[in-house]
């Protein structure tokens, strides 16, 4: 616009009609000041005397508005005119001590809407004048004289606030400098790797670069797992690609495959123990993590259903009073869920993990019926979809009775197939493990249930 104004209209009487434009913007426009300011400033080289006869409108405006203080001119135009100059003051189309001047002599008047253009102009162009070495001298003064005189005069509270602003953006406390944690290089290296440059087409390459790591120093072994557990600094889609480093690691580094897992497991159980909402976005991480490594084959399924019973029974009552650790309209546990058995869910599909998870299912349907009724749409439509991912032709339990009846039923059955020198082919059939460790981890699902069930 410059250069063509330059180029094709570039005559005194154009030039008076431009300065006039500027100077006639409406006053709801003030948004257009900023730019008005730095065409100005672009055209001063060539054409001086336009920003000259648009400053010295500015300033008579300015005066004039102080010393007769119309009363049926709008605020609104006394800021607009207060604005502009401060924008001419930045682009430097304005001298430094005029602009000083008309910023005394609005001080001075002291009158309430010299207090709002005093405090505009400060906002707007203060900073500037302080930080400049030779109007900071000027400026110091005017700042000192504007506090006294608030001291020493009754002002409204919201002239009060004005000035503070205005001191504020002027002249703001300086800020604490936030020391940066200086880290070895070797572990900014292996942030960069995992928290940076990790996905599903590097995750080959991370993982050579990380078996060629010093992994007998024990300071990099402790980072190592420390960061290989920090998932929730990872994008959440990349979390597969973190528990596929992990298996990559495991034929080579076992033991820190191992403080992983039990990192993992623990901090799932510190964020039930805690329940802050700040850390749920880090929950979700950990309890995906979780499943990315029943995926790859780092945890056996009893851990899952021992993460999915602590998470329907963890912080219940015996009384069936509500628990602080989960509140009757808390629902996270049920996204926690979800999240799990939306990553491995899908393998419990034969064997006894089918009917494990078949199990559980049950329990869950009760969990969900302990919650304040109805349940919100967001929550409805991610378990919907989780069951029907899982089991399509599940029937869903209708009322809260149906699914305790249920739920006792399987109770009984556990109670009586590990009551001693008791078995049948039906019992058989309820509970297929064969290892010590699956009837371990029925005993403990059952004791969690259980817990669940006295609440009813």
């Known amino acids: 616009l410059a250069t063509e104004f330059c180029m094709k209209l570039n005559t005194k009487g154009n030039r008076h009609k431009f300065v006039s434009t500027l100077f006639n913007v409406s006053r709801n426009r003030m948004d257009l000041l900023p730019f008005y300011g730095r065409l100005i400033a672009t055209l001063h080289p060539l054409l001086p005397d336009m920003s000259e006869d648009l400053v010295s409108m500015l300033i008579r405006n300015l005066k004039i508005y102080v010393y007769k203080k119309d009363a049926t001119v709008h605020i609104q135009s006394k800021l607009k005119v207060v604005r502009f100059l401060a924008e001419c003051t930045k682009f430097k189309t304005c001298s430094k001590p005029e602009t000083m001047r008309c910023l005394t002599l609005m001080v001075q008047d002291f009158s309430p809407a010299s207090v709002e253009m005093a405090c505009l102009m400060l906002e707007h162009c203060g900073r500037y004048l302080l930080r400049s070495p030779d109007s900071q001298p000027r400026t110091k003064a005017i700042l000192e ?106 034929a080579h580094q076992m033991e820190a495959v191992i403080q992983v897992v039990d990192a993992t497991l623990e901090d799932i159980r510190i964020g039930m123990e805690l329940n802050w909402p700040k850390l749920n976005q880090r929950r979700v991480s950990m309890i995906k993590f979780l499943g990315e490594m029943y995926i790859y084959q780092l945890v056996e399924s009893q851990v899952i259903f021992r993460t999915l019973y602590s998470l329907l029974s963890f912080g219940w009552n015996p009384d069936g009073s509500p628990s602080y650790l989960d509140l009757p309209d808390s629902y996270f546990r049920v996204r926690l869920i979800c999240v ?24 869950f349907q009760c969990y969900l019926f302990k919650k304040r009724q109805p349940v919100p749409l967001e929550i409805h439509n991610a378990v919907s979809d989780l069951l029907e991912g899982l089991r399509p032709k599940l029937i869903l339990f209708s009322t809260p009775q149906e699914a305790y009846e249920a739920a006792l039923e399987l109770e009984k059955q556990f109670k009586t197939k590990f009551t001693p020198n008791q078995t049948s082919s039906n019992e058989q059939d309820l509970y297929q493990g064969d290892d010590e460790d699956d009837v371990d981890e029925a005993e403990g699902s059952c004791l969690n249930k259980s817990r669940v069930m006295q609440v009813s």
Request: aromatic share 10%; glycine share 4%.
């Open 145 to 250: 004289m504007l506090i006294r005189k608030k001291k020493a005069l009754h002002l409204s509270p919201q002239h009060m606030s004005m000035i503070d602003n205005a001191i504020y953006y002027a002249n703001p406390p300086e800020a604490t400098k936030v020391m940066k944690v200086r880290r070895a290089p070797i572990v900014e290296y292996m942030i960069k790797l995992l928290y940076k440059d990790l996905n599903k087409v590097t995750s080959e390459k991370i993982l050579k670069l990380l078996r060629k790591l010093p992994w007998n120093d024990p300071e990099v072994f402790t980072n190592a797992v420390q960061i290989l557990t920090g998932v929730w600094n990872v994008k959440f889609n990349n979390i597969q690609s973190v528990a596929n480093i992990l298996a990559g690691l495991a």
């Open 340 to 363: 799990l058995l939306d990553s491995c869910g899908p393998y419990f599909d034969h064997g006894s993990n089918k009917k494990k998870l078949d199990n559980f299912l049950v329990f």
